[in-house]
DNA sequence: CATCATTGTTGTCATCGTCTACTTTGAGGT
DNA sequence: ACCTCAAAGTAGACGATGACAACAATGATG
């Protein structure tokens, strides 16, 4: 007896997310149908419309969820107690090996537009992100190691490194791997400047 | 006598260029269709075909077509004469101001899918935009303006600064305007570095 | 002036996102 | 134990799109 599926999928909504996001690494956001990603659930092609009102609401919530996948592994990679140049090493490495491993994502994260009620969720997601950079730049700049200017512009500049390396191999321009291998060197010179001391 | 159209349309795959770039800028690349272009040219929905084999390919010429405005714009603005950090300064705030006019177009540039052609052609773009600065960086470290460190990597650097901060507005996270008016500030840090000297 | 590659046109196809109407299911109240 | 009913799934339709094929007009070249 083909125990035909029940009726109900038990939990739709998380395996169409995970389905998408399989798809969105393997094949790109172009080749993403809802269809498609029925048929590989083995729901009908207007199941998906249950769970989410549009396509770009699941891809809000798939950026959302990596805003906090990233926002986690940001969180658990800061070590308060190293100084600064070792601290914001590590977390750089963090960041790139995410953007390595999540480019197609990290470019939805980042995309402009949203369903209008996402984007303060999206807000939030960003701000958890660069809330880790704040505190860093923040503890630094109490301790002396950085300095006097406004500490938002501060983080948003290392946030403005970190993001151009990230998209350099998020285009193509430049490898992961290499991108990775090039951490210290870039935080080196984002503390110590390009003029000669 | 209504003269319809001559059945040549003359230069249809400008006019096509044209009107893309006008609504890629207007409604952004999702809402960009090969047939919605066409009518608003006034030739039939596969007139487009005889010139890009793809939707793709269209995309790809558009965004060559920006690397070359991009570059023109650098090229124009370098002046060799000037110290390293006016002269880094006025190429940032054209860089900038490219990416708060053309945001959806930047976005394509860097975009990692391309027909297999035109891969060498948009590297060939980026090798354009790239030397303007890679020549920056070479003067200065040759009047010994800046560090000894492998120039290619420096050039990357400064770029990554840029290019994160150009993706910061193009995500819609920093204002534009905001973005050029920190464009001193910004070389400032990247020459000076975030520690006290 | 005949030829014929270019550049248009019309028609068709599969796919897609979305909407509406219908059906199954199972949880909660009585 | 039964009823009710909202939640979650299904089937079918619609209009739009990108791509392709077959055909038609055009105008440059010989």
Redesign the pocket.
């Known amino acids: 007896m083909s125990r035909s ?9 998380a395996a169409l997310l995970e389905s998408a996001e399989r798809t969105l690494r393997e094949k790109g956001v172009a080749s ?7 048929r590989e659930t ?15 609401a699941l891809l809000d919530a798939l950026a959302l969820a990596g805003y906090d996948r990233l926002a986690r592994a940001l969180e658990g990679a800061d070590d308060p107690s190293l100084p600064l140049q070792p601290r914001l090493t590590a977390l750089a490495r963090v960041y790139l090996a995410f953007a390595a491993e999540n480019a197609e994502l990290l470019a939805l994260m980042y995309a402009r537009k949203h369903e209008p009620g996402a984007a303060e969720q999206m807000a939030a997601g960003v701000d958890r992100t660069v809330g880790v950079f704040d505190r860093v730049i923040a503890d630094a700049q109490r301790r002396g190691e950085i300095v006097e200017a406004d500490p938002e512009r501060l983080t948003l500049f290392t946030g403005a490194a970190l993001h151009g390396i990230a998209g350099f191999t998020v285009g193509g321009i430049l490898d992961p791997a290499e991108a990775l291998g090039m951490t210290d060197d870039l935080i080196h010179h984002l503390l110590h400047g390009l003029r000669p001391r």
Do not use: Q, T
């Open positions: 599926r029940p009726y109900h999928h038990g939990d739709l909504r993403l149908s809802l269809r498609e990603l029925a083995g729901v009908s092609h207007a199941a998906p419309g249950r769970h989410f009102k549009d396509k770009r």
